[in-house]
């Protein structure tokens, strides 16, 4: 019994400093460091995008795609009087309403 008591407060205390962990405030960033690592990545990225004369690729020659062949399509017969029945959702509203996305995220 005082082995599992035991036990289980320590299991309590290692999760309330887990959560006690996460939840504390981030420490506050160098502004001028901040800036100084922003300079040197975007100089590097933008020395990695200027291609060198050696490494000048060659314009790509347009070719006629081969052709495809014709897939083996197998339809299933046809059944006589079978009409899939009318949805009226499918005909209501104007198939050319402009359509308003709304993008939304916890991770902002």
């Not at 590097?44 to 050696?54: E, I, M, T």
């Not at 314009?59 to 899939?84: I, K, R």
Request: net charge negative; with cysteine; aromatic share 4%.
């Amino acid at each position: 019994m005082t082995r599992n008591l035991i036990l289980a407060l320590s299991l309590l205390l290692l999760t309330a400093a887990i959560i006690l962990s996460a939840c504390a405030a981030p420490q506050a960033e160098n502004p001028d460091a901040v800036a100084a690592a922003v300079e040197a990545t975007l100089t590097a990225v933008a020395a990695d995008a200027a291609p060198s004369p050696s490494q000048a690729t060659p314009p790509a020659t347009p070719s006629d795609p081969p052709p495809a062949a014709a897939p083996n399509l197998v339809l299933p017969p046809l059944v006589n009087g079978f009409d899939p029945a009318p949805r009226p959702a499918s005909s209501k509203g104007n198939p050319d309403a402009p359509v308003v996305i709304y993008e939304w995220s916890d991770y902002t």
